[in-house]
């Protein structure tokens, strides 16, 4: 069974849009990752999403919080596409699924702060905005579609893992296309959370950084129409492992991560010397990119093209994969007949301890067009998710 992904929607900190978001990639552009205080006790560099986002009309107002506003904006890129598999399936037939980590746990955040400041909990606050499956719920409401809807949380493999369940819905015969990515907004709960666990950068992120520190925690949304209709971009191979090994940190031999990325290579029908770049999960956690080098060394050698995009977005958490999912889709898709990469920003030196790869420097190019993509993404406990995606 031959699926597609038949369109995207996406904003971050990077972009308000997918054509912005790539040209300020693969231009090396940091300037989305500032400097704040709004979601910490001490200044940390953040990705925010700036763009001005649609309102939430009010017979939806017990789902109006900043995550949906970012799907819904997302939503609105692809519009004219939702509406054609709409029209052509009809609504019983359209199934949602969205990864998130954070949903709108922001309003709860401004709610107790407000309770506790002035006894008064804002007219405006529902529970159903912090609910996980606000998102998959609010999108199916505003576009009157009767299939399954959810939400997968499964920490930064969130929006992954909701491709994998996406498409288990067209193979049952469940759906004819599904609504599929994810969103995060920031939040003082998931900063003050990764500050505990030491795992905040103090500056600018640095992914495989000879002096890399941590995270730069950020939000954003992708959303991809998924279905049988023939499209130019095919997903083609999925690979999804756990290990279990530590709660919040990897095991530093990578075996699981491994077997992700070479259970989405067999799916693909796809050797490793016919991926022409990976996007790494490369967070710029001391453990993380040691060990993510590592499982990539031992299954790609050091030839491939890899980098991580997080040095310009940050780290969206539950929405990532589907953002760097994106990010090879416009890979795929735009005519880049050189087939200029994206450059693993880090303004630092690589560790010269870490495995050789080949990390894309700034203005690299491929030398013709890409065909073949691979994501990673990793999350607590050991959850992965590997994605392979192709010129069809």
Known sequence: MKLYLNDLGMLSAVGDNRDEIIQRLQAGDRS???LTE???SHPVYVGEVRAELPGI???YSVY???NNQLLLAALQQIQGTVDEIIQRFGADRIGVVIGTSTSGVR????AIESVANRHIKPETFHYKQQQLAAGADFLANHLALKGPAYAISTACSSSGKAFASARRLIALGLCD?????GADSLCRFTVHGFDALESVSKGLCKPFGQHRDGINLSEGAALFVLSKQPGEVELQGIGASSDAYHFSAPDPEGGAVITAMQTALKQAHKTANEIDYINLHGTATPLNDAMESKAVS?????????SSSKGMTGHALGAAAALELGICWMLLREQNQQGLLIPNINDDEIDSTLPSLNYIKLGQKL??????CQSNSFAFGGNNISLVIGRA
């Open 32 to 34: 989305g990752l500032v």
């Open 38 to 40: 709004e979601f910490s």
């Open 57 to 59: 009309a009010n017979k």
């Open 64 to 66: 109006d919080c900043k």
């Open 107 to 110: 309003n709860t955040e401004l």
């Open 177 to 181: 296309a599904v609504i599929v990515g």
């Open 298 to 306: 031992n299954v790609f050698g050091n030839s491939v093209a890899v």
């Open 367 to 372: 030398g013709r067009s890409i065909n073949t």
